[in-house]
Structures are given as structure tokens and as C-alpha cells.
């Protein structure tokens, strides 16, 4: 995806599923009468170089299983890339899926931690039973 | 300056009139280099104001070449020690609305400036960065990184600028609203990876950043393996020390944090799977796990040849493609290395170490 990063391909099955996501996202762009054709040419473009990604990888499982043919362990190998292209795909709904829970449970530490510190706040204090929010002199009272 | 709020548009004549723009251009001991960058902005057709080389206490001849091409040369009173410090050292003499970081070893082609500044008209754009191919293509790892690039910049970056969040800002050519950019506290040192930290800050600040790919930047990329392995390690530290640094503001910014999720997951789990799932698959199970590390090859290799055929270089990609697997191993080693020091250990590189 970026310079000086290996990868396995979740990158790249994400990329495609974006380019090819754009397509119904311009549709719906264009008929709102706020797409043109300047986006339309950047995203047919794009949405082909993923289709021709997703053809290449369907290729490459055709051709593998040929090649393995019956030839003992490797005749299995045909199998390869569509058990890969599965078990990626699910490794990247996990890490999406992730991503965004992760955001929400921040959120929710966020607002948590934003109650904590009322509550500490309204607390009253060990020594003298003073709370912030209220002036030590009342408090003692 | 600009007016604060105020969209400020680039002039765009035909006439060969200065842009509103001072290119800086970080350098140290690049006497070998400079000249050609320096003569690359002045052949612009919208060529900068003003040409800042900021000489970091080179030993070399770096200051009187780049002086007698005509550049402004300013120097700190000591070596700033990293691209980051010699960059926000010139940050303060700039005047002008729009500032440029092109590397000392980047030449830019002749339209490169008078492409990108238009799409810092939108005043919600604070950067933008440009399309960046090898200026060389001799060595295994200079053809590795050819391939890496077309693969980038031709496909995922695409994407992403048009979900409105290119990953990085390319530290070797981009262009800055300099008011916002001086806002932000412009580059900063704190990781060895600048570039993704101002990028990273600016989507932060609600700015937003564009990638033109018809602006074309042409970088020296390392050509042995001792330069390689100073530009991954700089790269892949600073990349995870990035990932720490931002990665619960990024959570909020939806796309980008998409990106990142599945950044880290490939940079984590491809050095695991190239260095230690195959070789012992391939050893246990049967040797066809081999085929593990190219096995994406004839996939990958669709957006590589679609920009090689629209740039005539078919050949040059063809022939680089297998350097592409190999720098993808010495890729994965840096990046274990990395992973492994940031994350696990908890031990920050902090030693910038200076590679192209």
C-alpha cells in the first residue's frame, strides 16, 4: 500500500473494494447532479485497474490448479489463492470491524472518563469533607 | 501571509511570473545532488518565488553550488540532526502563502509546480503532494522501489485522494499552505517519519490534503543495499512511532482510520508471514508454500503495467517486477525490526540516519 511496507494482501483486497465502492458512490453522486466528468473518468479508471486485480487473482487460482494437476501434495494448490482470498477478506472485516469498535469503546472512555472527572469533582475531599464543586466553608457547615 | 479564512488562489499565468511560493529545499552533504534539484525549480514554468537550501552544516560543497545556481542559502548554527529540524529552521523565513519540501536529491519535472498549486485553491486544502517515480533505475533495490512506487502512486494513492484522505504527503515533494502549515508547528522532529506526522496532523486539525498525480517528482532512491537499510529503518520506525503517537485522534476520521487499521495489520503480520509461516511451511508441510512469497505477483502487477503503459515504460516494468519481491523481503525484515523495538520493547529509535 505504501512504500517500505510488506504486505499480505489485506491492503490490496481493501483498495479493490474501495475502487469498485466508488462506482455506486458516484451513481448515486451523479443523479444528486454532484459528480462530473472529471471524477467519473478518475473512478471508472480506478474501479477497472480493481476489477482487472480481482480477474488476475481468479487467473493465477485457474492456472495454479492446472499446473498442479495430480501431482501429489501440490494438487491441492489450485485451492490456494481462493482459501487465502477468504481468509484475508475475513481478516479484513476483523481488523475494519476492529478499527471502528475501537473508536466507539474510546468514545465510550472518552464520555467515561468525562463522568469520572465530574464525579471527582462533586467528591468530597478526605481531608475536611470539602468537595471541588462546592466552597470548602459551606461544605463544613 | 494570507488572510486568515480568506481563500487564497495561486496566481496562474502563462507568463513565466514567480508563484506566491518559497521551495525549501533540507540539505546535507548533498553536493552531488543539489545542482540538479535546484535547476529543476528554476525550469519550472511557474517557478517559485524563492529557492531556500537550507544547508544543515554540510561538509561538503552542498552551500556554494546551490548559492551559484542562485538558491537562498541559510544554515543553522549547528547540524539540526534530522530533515524535520533543517525544514522548520527555513519555515521562519518564508513570506510567502504557499511553501514547497522538495528533498535535495528530487528534481521535479518542468510542469511539476503549476500542476499541484491548484489544489490548494480549495482553502479546506492545507496540502497536496505529487506522483513520485525513480530518477534511477540501475540497482535491484532502485528497481524494487520503481515498482513499489507505480504500485502506490498509480492505484492506492488514486483511491484514497478520492475518498478525500491521501495516507502521507510525500516528504520528498509537497506543497503547503504556509499560515496553516506554521499553525500546526510545521515539521516536526518527534518521529523519524515527518512526513506522515504532518499529514497525519493536519487531517487532525480538519484540514484536508490532495494527491495530483500529474505532478511528477523524481527522486534519487537508494541504490545499495547500506542505503536501503537507513531508509527502511528511518521509515518503518517512524511509521510505528506515528501509529502510536496518533492512532486514538485517527480513530475519529473515518477513511483514514480504515487506511491505518490496515496498514498496521500488513506491516505486522507480512514480516511474520515472508520470515517465519512460509519457510517453515515450506520445510513441514510441502514446498509449494514457496509460492506464498509471489504468489500476488500476477495480481499486483495489473496497476504496475497499466501506469507503465500510459508512461511508455513497459519494459522498465517488466524487467524491474522480480526486484519488486525482493525489496518486499528486505521490506518485511526493517518492518519486524521496527515492530519489534517501537511496540514490543518500547524502545524509540531516535537516531536519524540519513539515507535517500
Wanted: hydrophobic share 50%.
Amino acid at each position: 500500500m505504501a512504500a517500505g511496507v510488506p504486505g499480505v494482501g489485506i491492503a490490496a483486497i481493501f483498495f479493490v473494494l474501495a475502487a469498485l465502492w466508488a462506482v455506486v458512490a458516484e451513481v448515486a453522486l451523479t443523479l444528486r447532479g454532484q459528480s462530473s466528468l472529471a471524477r467519473w473518468k478518475v473512478v471508472s479508471r480506478q474501479a477497472g485497474i480493481a476489477a482487472g486485480v480481482a480477474a488476475a487473482a481468479v487467473l493465477t487460482s485457474v492456472g495454479l490448479d492446472r499446473l498442479a494437476g495430480d501431482r501429489g501434495p501440490g494438487a491441492a494448490v489450485g485451492g490456494v489463492v481462493p482459501l487465502t482470498l477468504l481468509l484475508t477478506s475475513g481478516v479484513l472485516v476483523l481488523v475494519l470491524g476492529g478499527a471502528a469498535l475501537h473508536r466507539v469503546a474510546d468514545h465510550g472512555r472518552g464520555a467515561a472518563a468525562a463522568l469520572l472527572e465530574l464525579e471527582e469533582r462533586a467528591r468530597p475531599t478526605a481531608i475536611g469533607g470539602a468537595s471541588e464543586a462546592e466552597p470548602a466553608g459551606r461544605a463544613l457547615a | 501571509m494570507s488572510v486568515p479564512g480568506a481563500p487564497t488562489i495561486p496566481n496562474l499565468p502563462t507568463s513565466p511570473v514567480a508563484a506566491d511560493l518559497t521551495a525549501i529545499v533540507p540539505a546535507f552533504n548533498e553536493e552531488a545532488t543539489i545542482e540538479a534539484t535546484v535547476r529543476s525549480l528554476l525550469a519550472q514554468t511557474f517557478p517559485p518565488q524563492r529557492i531556500l537550501v537550507v544547508d544543515d552544516c554540510s561538509t561538503d560543497a552542498t552551500a556554494e553550488r546551490a548559492r551559484r545556481l542562485g538558491a537562498t542559502v541559510v544554515s543553522p548554527p549547528s547540524n539540526t540532526g534530522s530533515k524535520a529540524g533543517a525544514q522548520s529552521f527555513a519555515l521562519r523565513e518564508v513570506s510567502t502563502s504557499y511553501v514547497m519540501a522538495v528533498d535535495a536529491d528530487t528534481t521535479l519535472d518542468p510542469d511539476a509546480v503549476e500542476t499541484i498549486l491548484p489544489a490548494l485553491r480549495d482553502p479546506a486544502i492545507a496540502a497536496a503532494c505529487g506522483f513520485v517515480v525513480p530518477r534511477r533505475t540501475r540497482t535491484v533495490w532502485e528497481r524494487g522501489r520503481y515498482i513499489e512506487y507505480l504500485l502506490a502512486f498509480s492505484f492506492f494513492k488514486r483511491v484514497q485522494d478520492h475518498f478525500g484522505a491521501p495516507l502521507i504527503s510525500s516528504g520528498c515533494f509537497s506543497v503547503y499552505r504556509t499560515e496553516t502549515l506554521a499553525e500546526v508547528g510545521g515539521w516536526s522532529a518527534r518521529t523519524l517519519a515527518e512526513d506522515v506526522d504532518l499529514t497525519w496532523t493536519l487531517y487532525q486539525a480538519g484540514h484536508g490534503v490532495r494527491f495530483v498525480a500529474a505532478a511528477v517528482s523524481r527522486p534519487l532512491e537508494p541504490h545499495s543495499f547500506a542505503f536501503v537499510r537507513a531508509q527502511l529503518t528511518r521509515w518503518s520506525h517512524g511509521l510505528m512511532q506515528n501509529v502510536r503517537l496518533h492512532w486514538r485522534r485517527i480513530l475519529h476520521l473515518r477513511f483514514l482510520r480504515s487506511v491505518v487499521a490496515v496498514l498496521f495489520w500488513d506491516a505486522v503480520v507480512a514480516p511474520v508471514v515472508f520470515l517465519l509461516v512460509l519457510p517453515v511451511l515450506a520445510v513441514l508441510v510441502t514446498p509449494w508454500a514457496l509460492l506464498g512469497y509471489a504468489i500476488d505477483g500476477p495480481a499486483l502487477m495489473v496497476p504496475v503495467l497499466v501506469e507503465a503503459v500510459s508512461r511508455r515504460e513497459l519494459g522498465r516494468a517488466l524487467v524491474s517486477m522480480p526486484a519488486f519481491f525482493v525489496l518486499r523481503m528486505a521490506n518485511a525484515w526493517f518492518m519486524l525490526a521496527a515492530v519489534w523495538g517501537e511496540l514490543l520493547l518500547r524502545r524509540p529509535l531516535t537516531v536519524y540516519e540519513k539515507g535517500h
